[in-house]
T-cell receptor, first 111, second 115 residues
Framework: DQQVKQNSPSLSVQEGRISILNCDYT??????FLWYKKYPAEGPTFLIS?????DKNEDGRFTVFLNKSAKHLSLHIVPSQPGDSAVYFC??????????FGKGTRLHILP | GAGVSQTPSNKVTEKGKYVELRCDPI?????LYWYRQSLGQGPEFLIY????????DSGLPNDRFFAVRPEGSVSTLKIQRTERGDSAVYLC?????????????FGPGTRLTVL
């Protein structure tokens, strides 16, 4: 039973537009959420995080929104750039330190 | 500074063989994690070390899998009697503290192929 779900396996976005990646979770005990980005043949790299006590966190072009009542979070990238093409993993932590990851969404930025 | 390194980068073995995968965490990081990523899946937690001790090994799939971190730095993931289903990318991550909110820094992974 997947606790963290990324229902879109892939997403294509025009360069310069906004990319929105979605993530749903089932465990209301999660208290910290993260987004990781992965290029081929590399390990995931940390992108941005949000605590469950917040509903928004922004870092440059990246913003994560958390809707606890809907158990939903999203990552917004604006403007999208070619280097943003990668697989994005949503992850959640519930005090025991291990990250529960979704299956990932492959983002393609189109020229 | 150096990031998390993992060796070998690729390992091909035959069914039934024993393999060891090594992880060198970032210097000074007390927490170390092993994850496994199968094709089309996200990384799945295997085991977490705080210092030398395994604080949580609930993700190890069965007793063929074992991991050690004898000096609180380098860790080795050991797989006995490998099976084809063990084929995956094995990822190691480290973080400076184990507070659940510290960023985990991942290595590039070891791609294990069991023939």
């Amino acid at each position: 039973d997947q606790q963290v779900k990324q229902n879109s396996p892939s997403l294509s976005v025009q360069e310069g537009r906004i990319s929105i990646l979605n993530c749903d979770y089932t465990n209301s005990m999660f208290d910290y959420f993260l987004w990781y980005k992965k290029y081929p043949a590399e390990g995931p790299t940390f992108l941005i995080s949000i605590s469950s006590i917040k509903d928004k966190n922004e870092d440059g072009r990246f913003t994560v929104f958390l809707n606890k009542s809907a158990k939903h979070l999203s990552l917004h990238i604006v403007p999208s750039q070619p280097g943003d093409s990668a697989v994005y993993f949503c992850g959640a932590i519930n005090r025991d330190d291990k990250i529960i990851f979704g299956k990932g969404t492959r983002l393609h930025i189109l020229p | 500074g150096a990031g998390v390194s993992q060796t070998p980068s690729n390992k091909v073995t035959e069914k039934g063989k024993y393999v060891e995968l090594r992880c060198d965490p970032i210097s000074g990081h007390t927490a170390l994690y092993w994850y496994r990523q199968s094709l089309g899946q996200g990384p799945e937690f295997l085991i977490y070390f705080q210092g030398t001790g395994a604080a949580d090994d609930s993700g190890l799939p069965n007793d063929r899998f074992f991991a050690v971190r004898p000096e609180g730095s380098v860790s080795t993931l050991k797989i006995q009697r490998t099976e084809r289903g063990d084929s995956a990318v094995y990822l190691c991550a480290s973080s400076p503290l184990a507070a659940g909110t510290d960023t985990q820094y991942f290595g590039p992974g070891t791609r294990l192929t069991v023939l």
